[in-house]
């Protein structure tokens, strides 16, 4: 019995387009993600009581898992974790600024969201090699973190509600070594209702 299941992907491949292209969709949901989810099966195979946490759960007590595992279950399972949240913060209809609660939050702890938006580019172009860009909650507090690999802000205790993949595989066909172009783009498809609702939860 496998635990961990790839979610499903709540829009087409190229849905997304212009700015992630299908193919890059295409491989980075069924061979990526795929993989850690893959490997995480692979590597709990042997904790059965392990495979009955929840993912958030398996990497909030990571301390938890035994040594053997561990580094396999930070980088699959926080694999995981991160690119379950990364499809559904993006829609077609994605785009343009927050709206409600979060943009209250936001204004309040970054002055605007502009400059949100320019401490978060920040963050991810200055992410060296692979990683990710976070917006957390840290004890109920907005902030920006940034990750090397698939770190997960849940190791920390925190709360990502909004995550940017700076992985090579998830840019590097149509953008190249253009990180900066990527990051750009992206936020048109950002969907900050999604956002807005992992903020309140
Ligand atoms: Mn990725």
Known sequence: MEKFELPELPYDFDALEPHIDARTMEIHYTKHHQGYVDKLNVALEDYKELQNKSIEDLLFDIDEVNEDIRQAVINNGGGHA?????WTIMSPDGGGEPKDELAEAIDKEFGSFEEFKTGFTEKALGVFGS???FLQL??????LKRHSFQNSPLMYGNTP???LDVWEHAYYLKYQSRRAEYVDAWFNVVNWEKVNELFLK
Not at 138 to 143: A, F, T
């Open 138 to 143: 840290n004890n109920g507090k907005l902030e």
């Open 161 to 163: 509600i909004l995550g």
């Open 131 to 133: 990683g990710w860009a």
């Open 82 to 86: 991160n690119h379950s949240l990364f």
